[in-house]
C-alpha cells in the first residue's frame, strides 16, 4: 500500500510544476520512504525507493529513460545517505534534507555521464532548493509519523 502511494505522489508530483527551473520538485514520494524508514527499516526503504522508480518508469517517464537514470541514481544515493545519517543524531528533518541534497547530486552524477558535463553549474540552485524541499518533507514525515504512534 505504501509502495503505491508514493508512486502515486511520484506522478501526481510531476504534473504539478513546483518551481520555475527544470528537474526540480518538492519529493513528496520522499515522505512515504522516510514513513517506511523509520518504521519498518532500510530494507524495506530500498525496497520502496527502488520498486517506485522502476514502476514509475514503466508507467510515465519509459524504462531506461534518461529521466529513469535520473530518479534511479538520484533515489539510491538519497536512500544510502539517509540510512547512513539516520544512524547520527540528525533528526528525520536533517536526514530528509541529507537525502534531498544527495537525491541531486546523483541526478547531477547521472547528467554528467549521459547528458552534459555543463548541468554541474545547475548544482548550487539545486542545493538551495533541496535544503528548502528537505525542510518541508521532513516536517511531514515527522507529523505524519508522530500523528500514527500516537494513533
Known sequence: ???SISIILNILESLIPIFNFPGIRIGLANIITL???YTYGSKDAIYISILRVLLVGI???GLFSVAFYFSLFGSIFSIISMIIFKKTKLSIIGVSIVGSIMHNVGQIIAALFLIN???IYY???LLITSIIT???IGFISKELLNFTQNS
Do not use: D, E, H, S
Open 1 to 3: 500500500m505504501l509502495l
Open 35 to 37: 514513513i517506511v524508514l
Open 59 to 61: 508507467l510515465r517517464t
Open 117 to 119: 558535463t555543463n548541468l
Open 123 to 125: 548544482m548550487p540552485i
Open 134 to 136: 528537505g525542510t518541508i
